[in-house]
């Protein structure tokens, strides 16, 4: 009870009271002294000043930052206006450096680094972008040209050929009458080699669409289009049930009517023969091939087989431009696919295309 | 030479391909009377009785237009835009002529109103397929080459 009284009748609790009351005001200036007791009161007195120190510098920081802020208030606007700009890639505009060299200065002249990268970034892009453009624009100007001004000649060539073959037959000899034809024939394989050729540079910029395709009704499609009651006769189809696949449904398309065509192509002297039509997957690709026992090639020229115009038979033995296979590639490569081919000099050819899943 | 008798304005500007059409076609028949015109603005001013042709009268129009597309001067395009999109004119068939039936030139005339298009070389067959495709059947072949 004594001690309590006493407590109660300490002055440092009035002390503690009114610090308390200062610190409500958000007062934390001024420390209580402590007594010589060494007490519970001094343990809470001591804990009260140690608050009130912290408070202090806190609310010194707080109000130096605030302080910071308002002074610098235009520049941080202005930073803020100017990364609306980059937002917009609107790079025209550098954050200005100061003279202070403070904190705010460290931010802008990082900012003003990355806004210059990101700028030449962009520009490198567009730059690439803009190249691409023209050559394609080149190309295409280009593809008009070769269409328009290599076949103009081309039909006066083979025009005039046939009026002196109408209207000068009796006065030509057998000879003469074989090289007009001659003529006539050659006009006809390069007007050939002009449409192959233009269809080759026009994959290159067609847009490739992707959907689901049922492969085995294509492929049956496809060989109803190409297969002739003769070449029926003759050949064997063995067409196993084939995966379906995702690609552009045209051009896929193209890839059957090529290979299968030349399968039936290049089996065409053999009285009878197999053209084996099948798939598999494989890694997460989906693999189709063409198999014939037909003329096969010499494996020694492999890297010409896929060659635009190139050629493995002369074309008295198989007819041809040579444009084909390397269509065949350049549709395979567009879906992201790889093509290949194994072959035996007159036993037959396996030709082998992937499709990712 | 009697401009109003014309039946057939023929625009070409290669003189092989304009020889060869028209032996083609004469050789084979055609009895109409066939004018031919070097370049789109050749063929303007005869449908406009302009120019050369400021005496010929606008009573008289040609009954059918062939037309080639890449020409000097007024391109064969021009030539068709501007009669298809003249009321007084645009009733004239109009047939094209282009040097690949995958030529995307085709796919621009056909927007612009083209009635027919025939891919070089023309030929009897191919000129006479548009023709009757146009359902011209006032085209007359001279029987007597037969």
Redesign the interface.
């Known amino acids: 009870m004594e001690t309590h009284n006493n407590i109660i009748k300490d002055k440092r609790l009035n002390l503690i009271q009114e610090q308390l009351i200062k610190f409500t005001q958000q007062d934390f200036s001024g420390s209580i002294p402590l007594s010589k007791n060494a007490d519970e009161i001094d343990a809470i007195i001591a804990g009260l000043n140690t608050l009130g120190e912290e408070m202090n510098t806190t609310r010194l920081e707080l109000e130096k930052k605030s302080l910071f802020i308002k002074d610098n208030q235009e520049r941080i606007n202005n930073i803020q206006e100017i990364l609306l700009k980059y937002t917009l890639m609107d790079f025209s505009c550098q954050i200005p450096i100061t003279e202070k060299a403070d904190e705010l200065d460290a931010i802008a002249v990082g900012l003003n680094t990355l806004s210059e990268e990101l700028e030449n970034h962009i520009k490198q892009v567009e730059n690439a972008n803009n190249e691409l453009v023209t050559v394609n624009k080149e190309l295409e100007a280009f593809s008009y040209s070769v269409s328009h001004d290599l076949r103009a000649p081309l039909r006066a060539i083979s025009g005039y050929a046939k009026i002196i073959l109408e209207d000068y037959q009796g006065k030509l000899d057998e000879d003469a009458i074989k090289l007009i034809h001659a003529i006539i024939r050659n006009t006809k394989r390069m007007g050939e080699l002009i449409d192959d050729l233009l269809a080759f540079s026009r994959l290159g910029r067609k847009q490739v669409t992707s959907s689901e395709i049922n492969m085995m009704a294509l492929v049956k499609l496809v060989k109803e289009d190409l297969v002739t009651n003769d070449i029926e006769n003759r050949t064997n189809f063995n067409c196993d049930n084939l995966l379906p696949a995702q690609g552009d449904f045209t051009l896929i398309k193209q890839v059957w009517v090529n290979l299968i065509s030349n399968a039936i192509k290049y089996s065409q002297h053999k009285p009878s023969t197999i053209i084996e039509i099948g798939s598999y997957l494989k890694e997460n690709q989906m693999v189709y091939y063409v198999k014939d026992n037909g003329a096969g090639f010499d494996m020694q020229y492999y890297d010409k087989l896929f060659g635009v115009f190139q050629r493995l038979h002369s074309n008295e033995e198989f007819e041809g431009t040579g444009i084909g296979l390397a269509i065949v590639q350049k549709i395979i490569h567009r879906h992201n696919g790889t093509v290949w081919a194994e072959s035996k000099l007159k036993e037959g050819s396996s030709f082998y295309f992937t499709l990712p899943i | 030479m009697n401009y109003d008798a014309v039946e057939i304005l023929f625009a070409e500007d290669?003189m092989?391909?304009a020889a060869?059409t028209i032996?083609a076609l004469k050789k084979n028949g055609l009895a109409n009377n066939l004018y031919h015109v070097k370049d789109g603005a050749a063929a303007l001013d005869f449908i406009y009785c302009k120019g050369e042709y400021a005496t010929r009268s606008n009573k008289e129009t040609p009954k059918l237009i062939l037309l080639d597309l890449?020409m000097p001067k007024v391109s064969g395009f021009e030539v068709l835009e501007k009669v298809k999109s003249d009321p007084n004119f645009k009733l004239i068939p109009i047939v094209v002529l282009t040097?690949?039936k995958?030529?995307p030139d085709i796919k621009r005339c056909l927007e612009l109103g083209v009635n027919s298009y025939i891919v070089?070389?023309v030929d009897t067959d191919n000129f006479f397929q548009a023709i009757k495709e146009l359902g011209m059947y006032w085209i007359i072949l001279n029987q007597t080459i037969h």
């Open positions: 290669s092989d391909d060869l032996r890449k040097s690949s995958e030529d070089k070389p």
